[in-house]
């Protein structure tokens, strides 16, 4: 039996075969372009899954460099300011052993103070050093000089929160130290109810004014904030308001927090001014939010009823013993029975040394100065507790402090002072040494994760080549076996296919 192939019937299939020709000469044509063997999903599935997994981890591993890079500069000029300071703490030292000497006299002193007042000038140079346009002392406000000078002492202006960069998956690393850490006392008192909103913000306060609150389901109401406010009458007003938001202290006990508990929603939770003030900024609570919105932290001042138990963030201190030394006069004051600053003030005022104890100007530590203008009072810990320390009173981290009273006590010819800030500057060096030791321990984790991220990117770029990356020899051979069975092709299907006339008289 003869079967008969009509012209529709090989030319489908002639076409076809060039086609399926034609279809594999331009992927091979594209793996030679491109370099890839897998240009889109259905090249090859499981690898094009395999290839973009590691693709992620590529990028993420040339993320995290770039974050290491780009921010490695500030541990770097961290640890170079400390080395500084370190040095003109062994210079003060030497001054101070020198002028204790025999052949000192209130004139050499002199001298010894006015090398003390370079000294200073160069320590405030340093602890105000910026990289690139932000203070690497301020902690997270980039933007505030962290100290500024008084004729007391230095204030520090920054915040206590570290300046951290991610490094790896949930990982991330201190890249500088607060001022308050290593070169003065910062007690950062928690809000509670009973704070003055007069004290927020560094003591600045908050504008008198109305805000207007606005609940997910519609319903507005404006609250009036006046000068006598505490954050619990605050609070209190903005609960009453007939608007379904709960107000609160958040959970880090440094601002605002305000909850929407509608269930049926049809805006967001809206805080805004009222006549154009500042209020709902300066408290910290300015804005849209779907349905929490966190205060930022409002930095409230200490006061002398404020419970030491809020200090360092609500961590709170635990007070021992402190010396004091005010001229012939010396004794230890123990502080562990106060529960305010008031009562820590008091107790020292009451020792019977002649001194002041007082907040400093910027309400985030302790100051003590003396009441006769021809001794300088000295503060240092006992032992090894750190209640002179933390308070800020001297020793320790509070350099400029220990500096100003090493100056004073030159400029007064007072060697009772110069002989205890022997141990104070000793304190000092030594707490300057703990934080080179952190930043240097700090800086070897992003060496290594630096390096740890490197070796993966060469690792996962080379085995996403091998999954993907095309085979250039195989693809120039297949390339030229196709273009020669695609000309074969086109040249037996010309023959075949050459009807005439005849082929249709069949």
Known sequence: MVTRVTSQAQQANSLQNIFRITENLFKAQQE?????????????????????????????????????????????????????????LIRAKELAVSELGGASTAETRGFAASELDQIISQVFETANTKVKNQFIFSGTNFRVQPFSSEASGAVYLGNSESFQVGVANNISIDFSIPGSQVLAADLNPQITNNTLVSSLNGGAGVTPGSISISDRTGNTASITVSSTDTIGSLISKINSAGVNITASINSNGNGLQLVDNNTVITQSMTVSEVSGGSTAMELGILGKRDGTLSGSDLNPVMTTSTLISTLEGGNGLTLNDINIVNGAASATVTLSSATTMGDVINLINNAGLNVTASINSAGNSL????????????????????????????????????????????????????????????????????????????????DNSDFVHAQEFVDRTEQLSKIEGAD???????????????????????????????DFLR
């Open 472 to 502: 250039a020899v195989q693809s120039a051979s297949d390339l030229a076996n196709l273009q020669f069975a695609l000309q074969a092709t086109l040249s037996s299907t010309a023959q075949i296919l050459q009807p005439t006339l005849l």
């Open 32 to 88: 030679i372009a491109s370099g890839k063997r897998i240009n889109r999903p259905s090249d090859d599935p499981a690898g094009m899954r395999d290839a973009l997994l590691l693709r992620t981890g590529v990028n993420q591993a040339k993320q995290f460099i770039r974050n290491i890079d780009n921010n490695r500069i500030f541990i770097q000029a961290g640890d170079t300011s400390l080395q500084s300071v370190d040095l003109n």
């Open 367 to 446: 100051q003590i100065t003396s009441n006769n203008s021809s001794t300088v009072a000295v503060v240092r810990n006992v032992g090894t507790d750190e209640t002179a320390e933390n308070l800020g009173l001297g020793g320790g981290k509070n350099i400029f402090t220990t500096l100003f009273k090493l100056r004073d006590a030159f400029q007064k010819d007072d060697t009772s002072a110069i002989l205890v800030s022997l141990d104070t500057l000793d304190s000092s060096l030594a707490s300057i040494n703990n934080s080179r030791a952190i930043i240097g321990a700090s800086l070897s984790r992003v």
